[in-house]
């Protein structure tokens, strides 16, 4: 062949090198798959990506207290936290000076706000100081040290100007630290008194009830998902419908009928009583509690285990199980050797997804949960809308995040992500 | 039918499966051991219910199915012994060629050493000793072919069932395999019940075939008798290339017959079932058996007049294709031998052919 003798890189007809040829030819379809792409691409960019990269930048940034005390800050360095005593004069009198300008601005509130999650009572400190040092002139009226006193006594108090300190840095491991029971200081981190450590358990917790959840979803799916693929036509068209219904009723609906069912003057109960397996004073507790939300998630997660299944059994032809018993498999070694196996990529699959979709669940948790049954997401929309204190929220939010990626890494490690299909 | 020797038996055997239609309608069958048959039909003539049945996994709506002397219609599949290959194969995707072929042997309590030497000499049997490792889906058709034929016969069955298994094969792979799976089943004495609908590897492959239409056997008979002498015009027509001729029966007389074509000319042949004269009937006369050398008929035989429309070469035989007593497709070989006699199209000539190959059939 003369291509074998040629030399160099291989040429087109017209003499052209043949790999800028070819690329030539396909870069107008390429632009054109990436302008089909494009307004996709876009709004998942602006409305998804960046929304989530900010907050989640919120859970380290922390400049609100060099912004609003920069003068402050500068003289805190030269304070020894550790050694027990008062700052001097020149840091009570930068403080006023930055208070002053802070005031002015209305940004003083908002530092004692921040201020407050780490230590109760900064928030009314700084609000009532705020309106006296308002009167005071910088230039005129010092030395400020005991009159700052004056107006308000804690900022004679050496562990005040300790938080300050420990908190003036702009980006800050704080929220992470309170998002696992810890704190910062100026010792460096510790753990959280005893009676304010709840977040850990709530991981944890979030963690044991979805893998329940999952494990309920298995069981429950895995029969009815053999049976849509085995059933004639008619029947499984039927028995399908019945597994779509609750998706086309409102998830707020299916959890209230839950409370309708579960609570203790339920139907549940009632029946129970009067049929007499129950006494009147001994009410089953079923909700409002982890047991509640155990069932209400199932319930309403059940689909999202059905569907991967039964997609997966429908691929599974017959004449494996044919082909088994015509070796001499009876029914169960059949199934437990022959279907079994072939059916675990759909386990896989619906389990992965009933499992993130329950880690993150939030409003079933919130209507059955009580407060023995809610899950860590729960407490995320607590600080996102009552407390206000975003930072920490979006700390729960990240380490959610790095839990549920290191699950499926593992996922992956153990079962291999190829091992899972949704048809 | 029934008889002592006999090792599967279909007594009287029907099949519906909505209660209106049929299936299978009124199947007797019986097999000795050892023996290779194979059940040649159109879809839908209900060969593969008949094997399923068999098998265990259809139960017959009437009739008994014997084997070896017991009836089977309620023993379960996986106590029935019979191996089986199936036309996709279905060899378990999630195990390698060895667990699939051990697999017959763990679900019987098989010890493990026995079992490795059992799946050992299983692949040898095959020529695939050197695949135990793999799984199904990095071998070829052909081989995953020969593995399913293993995983039948690794437990020793007695009777093998394979359904259509070389309908994916390519042409030159499956004349292969044809071979190799008659000459397993004759080296092993398996009795082998075959389903196709290719009637070539039937007619190669077969000690006996039975011809199914309808959901009944049109013919049961070694495969010689079955080309040579089809018993009615079913067989005739899907078994080999065959040339139809209707008219109505003249005269009968033992063994020959008069036949008066629908354009009047008349011809000889042989009564099959045809009772008398004045039934309608279909001559059926095989393309290599027609003469148009006029030294080679009697000389009081009848002869038609044809013409010729086409010439087909073929290699080792000419194809011709003429009309006769208005049919147009009436088409003759012969082999492509030196004294050979090749005719263009337009001549007119005359064809004739012994009474014998000539058989009136039913209508």
């Known amino acids: 062949m003369s291509d074998a003798t040629q030399s160099g890189p291989m040429l087109a007809a017209d003499g052209t090198p043949l790999k800028k040829s070819l690329a030539r030819s396909l870069r107008r379809r390429k632009l054109r798959a990436l302008a089909l792409v494009a307004p996709l691409l876009l709004f998942v960019l602006l409305s998804f990506v960046i929304p989530i990269i900010s907050m989640l930048f919120r859970s380290v940034e922390n400049g609100i207290v060099s912004e609003t005390l920069p003068l402050t800050v500068v003289e805190l360095q030269h304070w020894d936290a550790e050694s027990g005593e008062l700052p001097d004069e020149a840091l009570y009198e930068a403080f006023v000076r930055d208070m002053v300008v802070a005031v002015d601005a209305k940004q003083h509130t908002r530092l004692g706000t921040r201020l407050n999650y780490e230590q109760t009572g900064m928030s009314s400190m700084f609000r009532k100081s705020g309106r006296q040092i308002k009167r005071i002139d910088p230039e005129a009226d010092g030395p400020f040290k005991d009159k700052l006193i004056e107006i308000h006594e804690g900022w004679g108090d050496v562990d005040t100007w300790r938080v300050i300190k420990t908190h003036a840095v702009p980006i800050t491991n704080g929220y992470f630290l309170n998002a696992v029971d810890m704190q910062r200081t100026p010792e460096g981190a510790q753990a959280q008194p005893e009676d304010k450590r709840i977040l850990i358990k709530l991981f944890g917790r979030t963690l044991f009830m979805s893998l329940i959840i999952t494990g309920s979803c298995i069981l429950l799916a895995y029969p009815v998902s053999y049976l849509l693929a085995n059933l004639p036509m008619r029947a499984s068209n039927m028995l399908m419908i019945l597994v779509l219904l609750p998706f086309w009723t409102s998830l707020l609906v299916r959890t209230s009928a839950w409370k309708v069912m579960l609570q203790q003057q339920g139907v549940i109960n009632e029946t129970l009583v009067w049929l007499g397996f129950v006494a009147d004073d001994a009410r089953l507790v079923i909700i409002n509690n982890q047991f509640g939300t155990i069932i209400a998630m199932t319930h309403i997660l059940l689909p999202f285990m059905i569907l991967p299944m039964y997609s997966v059994m429908q691929t599974i032809p017959p004449y494996y199980t044919r082909a088994a018993k015509s070796m001499g498999a009876t029914n169960w070694t059949t199934f437990w050797r022959i279907y079994f196996p072939q059916s675990i990529p759909g386990i896989g699959a619906g389990s992965i997804l009933v499992f993130i979709l329950a880690i993150g669940y939030y409003i079933t948790p919130e209507i059955v949960g009580g407060t023995k049954g809610v899950f860590i997401s729960n407490r995320i929309a607590y600080h996102i809308s009552s407390s206000l204190n975003w930072g920490l929220a979006a700390a729960l939010g990240t380490i959610l995040l790095a839990v549920v990626l290191l699950l499926y890494w593992c996922y992956d490690k153990i079962v291999g992500i190829d091992n899972v299909k949704l048809g | ?363």
């Open chain 2, 1 to 363: 039918m029934s008889n002592d020797a006999a090792f599967v038996e279909f007594q009287h055997v029907q099949k519906s499966y909505d209660g209106e239609i049929l299936v299978v309608k009124d199947l007797n069958l019986s097999m000795p051991k050892g023996e290779f048959l194979t059940m040649l039909g159109p879809s839908g003539s209900g060969k593969t219910t008949c094997l399923m049945m068999l098998a265990g996994f259809e139960t017959a709506t009437h009739g008994e199915i014997m084997l070896d002397g017991r009836p089977i219609n309620n023993i379960p599949p996986h106590k029935r012994g019979i191996g089986m290959v199936f036309q996709n194969y279905a060899l378990f995707p999630h195990m390698t060629v060895a667990e699939n072929l051990s697999f017959p042997l763990e679900v019987r309590n098989i010890g493990k050493d026995t079992r490795e030497e059992k799946v050992r000499r299983a692949l040898d049997m095959v020529q695939m000793g050197a695949f135990g490792s793999r799984r199904p889906a990095q071998l070829s058709g052909g081989q995953q072919q020969r593995i399913a034929l293993a995983r039948a016969l690794v437990f020793e069955p007695e009777l093998v069932l394979m359904d259509e298994p070389l309908g994916a094969l390519d042409k030159q792979l499956r004349e292969h395999m044809q071979f190799e799976i008659t000459r397993l089943a004759h080296e092993l004495g398996i009795t082998t019940v075959y389903v196709t609908h290719d009637q070539t590897e039937a007619l190669t492959m077969s000690d006996r075939v039975a011809v199914f239409d309808d959901g009944r056997i049109q013919q049961l008979a070694p495969p010689d008798l079955l080309y040579e002498e089809p018993e009615n015009s079913f067989v005739a027509q899907f078994i080999g290339e065959n040339n139809t001729l209707e008219g109505v029966i003249k005269s009968i007389n033992g063994d020959e017959c008069v036949v008066a074509l629908d354009d009047g000319s008349e011809i000889d042949a042989k009564p099959v079932n045809v009772h008398a004269a004045g039934d309608r009937t279909k001559v059926s006369i095989r393309p290599e058996r027609v003469e148009f050398n006029k030294d080679r008929l009697h000389a009081d035989a009848h002869t038609l007049k044809a013409t010729v429309k086409e010439f087909i070469y073929m290699g080792d035989v000419f194809r011709f294709r003429l009309s006769v007593a208005g049919n147009d497709d009436f088409i003759i070989k012969t082999r492509n031998a030196p004294d050979a006699i090749k005719l263009s199209p337009g001549q007119e000539v005359e064809i004739g052919w012994l009474v014998r190959d000539c058989r009136a059939l039913d209508a």
